[in-house]
T-cell receptor
């Protein structure tokens, strides 16, 4: 079975400071990892993904994530937070072992304080 | 269309009634997914279509839930004998080929309330 953990329900960060939203995963094979963002009254939007290759993945809106196989983590990062980054962030995993089911975490609310 | 479209955006129904939720995926996308999102939770997988066939329906909670995609485009999620516990936001997503590494494009969801 595959699973995702987002240990923080909410992360608060001051505008201009770096931000990190944590994610750890568990799969039986190799993972495909995704980050999605959900703004109020809007659908989930894809931010970035890790498939293979470079452990540091760059995505939309200046976000990046680092895949760490030994720690089974895929933390989302941004060097300088904007107030407009305030939203709900979901980490998701899919096992590369042939399964199409994507498992999402419970989400982390990011609040960027002006 | 430009994105994934779900109708209705909101649905209120009485316990025991039958409901249908519709999803129009992005044109040309062969893979279609249904998820359910309860308050404070992440999306929970229900079913995955590749073309017209349900390739994985392991997330459907029981036999009251059923989904179809007869022509490989529009999909309908059908819920019989609705229960209050079915209240949630039902999300539809599509992707071009359904490859394991493909990201999904989500609709805005249908908020179902069973009273």
């Amino acid at each position: 079975a595959q699973s995702v953990a987002q240990p923080e329900d909410q992360v608060n960060v001051a505008e201009g400071n770096p931000l990190t939203v944590k994610c750890t995963y568990s799969v039986s094979g190799n993972p495909y990892l995704f980050w999605y963002v959900q703004y109020p009254n809007r659908g989930l939007q894809f931010l970035l993904k890790y498939i293979t290759g470079d452990n540091l993945v760059k995505g939309s809106y200046g976000f990046e994530a680092e895949f760490n196989k030994s720690q089974t983590s895929f933390h989302l990062k941004k060097p300088s937070a904007l107030v407009s980054d305030s939203a709900l962030y979901f980490c998701a995993v899919r096992d590369t072992g042939g399964y199409q089911k994507v498992t999402f975490g419970t989400g982390t609310k990011l609040q960027v304080i002006p | 269309g430009a994105g994934v479209s779900q109708t209705p955006s909101n649905k209120v129904t009485e316990k025991g009634k039958y409901v249908e939720l519709r999803c129009d995926p992005i044109s040309g996308h062969t893979a279609l997914y249904w998820y359910r999102q309860s308050l404070g939770q992440g999306p929970e997988f229900l079913i995955y279509f590749q073309g017209t066939g349900a390739a994985d329906d392991s997330g459907l909670p029981n036999d009251r839930f059923f989904a179809v995609r007869p022509e490989g485009s529009v999909s309908t999620l059908k819920i019989q004998r609705t229960e209050r516990g079915d209240s949630a936001v039902y999300l539809c997503a599509s992707s071009p080929l359904g490859g394991a590494g493909d990201e999904a494009f989500f609709g805005q969801g249908t908020r179902l309330t069973v009273v």
